[in-house]
């Protein structure tokens, strides 16, 4: 499966982004999609996940309350709401897939988008 990241950008402290994650290639429909995170200095960080069949979700600390994720079966894409945007959201951001009840590791990734926070 081939994935394809956008809707990153420049946004002020307490401001909102949303990131799209479009699968090519195959559906979604047995998969794990993910949004991980690195800052400059920094290692690649888990930010959230969701099962596609199960709806499942799981959210690093860090943006719990904050961020949301969510699937569009429509347009077979993953989205990442976030909200609150504060300066160490500040990362490019990557959203990956794994195949459900495999292996932990994730096998499919897609390009980064940065997402910039600006005092």
């Known amino acids: 499966v081939q994935l394809q990241a956008s809707g990153g950008g420049l946004v002020q402290t307490g401001g909102s982004l949303r990131l799209s994650c479009a699968a090519s290639?195959?559906?979604?429909?047995?998969?794990?999609i993910a949004w991980f995170r690195r800052s400059p200095g920094k290692e690649r960080e888990f930010v959230a996940s969701?099962?596609?069949?199960?709806?499942?979700?799981l959210y690093a600390d860090s943006v719990q309350g904050r961020f949301t994720i969510s699937r569009d079966s429509a347009k077979n894409t993953v989205n990442l709401e976030m909200n609150s945007l504060k300066l160490e959201d500040t990362a490019v951001y990557y959203c990956?897939?794994?195949?459900?009840?495999?292996?932990?590791?994730?096998?499919?990734w897609g390009q980064g988008t940065q997402v910039t926070v600006s005092s």
């Open positions: 290639g195959r559906t979604f429909s047995t998969y794990i």
């Open positions: 969701i099962g596609w069949t199960t709806g499942n979700t």
């Open positions: 990956a897939a794994r195949v459900l009840g495999g292996s932990p590791r994730y096998d499919y």
